[in-house]
């Protein structure tokens, strides 16, 4: 029987560029395949995470909040990144119509703004991260990995 184990990192940013960084250093780590829902309160950070996160991966690429598109798909020299936004979607059902699955069981990474709206719909191996505001101008930034 294999057990899988939890790593838990808890970070803080105090500002847009320590957000920014904290997604770049876990791009650093990332693999094809991975996917990782980012969960936390409007205005939390998750978007500056993600542009961390590409930037490290495609100096220069332009990041837009996917909520009126749900998906925006970049090309990096590694893999693609496709940054899901599930704010507006209302019934799990509508990830089908927009080939979520084949998304995350793909070769890319995704990354999930609001991913916890639909937890079921997330592969077994995905990844979480929470960013939640501390009310004194600092964020807290968890994640949770399986392996």
């Not at 899988?4 to 997604?23: D, F, N, P, Q, W």
């Not at 909040?65 to 990096?76: A, L």
Request: hydrophobic share 40%.
């Amino acid at each position: 029987m294999i057990t899988k184990l939890m790593k838990i990192v808890r970070e803080r940013s105090a500002s847009v560029e320590e957000t920014r960084a904290l997604g770049a250093r876990l791009a650093r780590t990332a693999e094809a395949g991975d996917v990782f829902s980012i969960g936390g309160d409007l205005g939390s950070g998750k978007t500056e995470f993600v542009r961390g996160f590409v930037s490290e991966l495609a100096a220069g690429t332009e990041v837009r909040s996917p909520t009126f598109s749900i998906v925006n798909t970049y090309k990096t020299p590694k893999f693609p990144v496709h940054h899901f936004d599930f704010y507006r979607i209302e019934d799990q059902r509508e990830l089908a119509s927009i080939g979520f699955d084949e998304y995350a069981n793909g070769d890319g990474v995704c990354l999930i703004e609001w991913g916890p709206m639909f937890p079921d719909a997330l592969p077994n191996h995905a990844k979480y991260i929470r960013i939640t505001d501390t009310g004194d101008s600092s964020r807290l930034i968890e994640a949770h990995f399986l392996f």
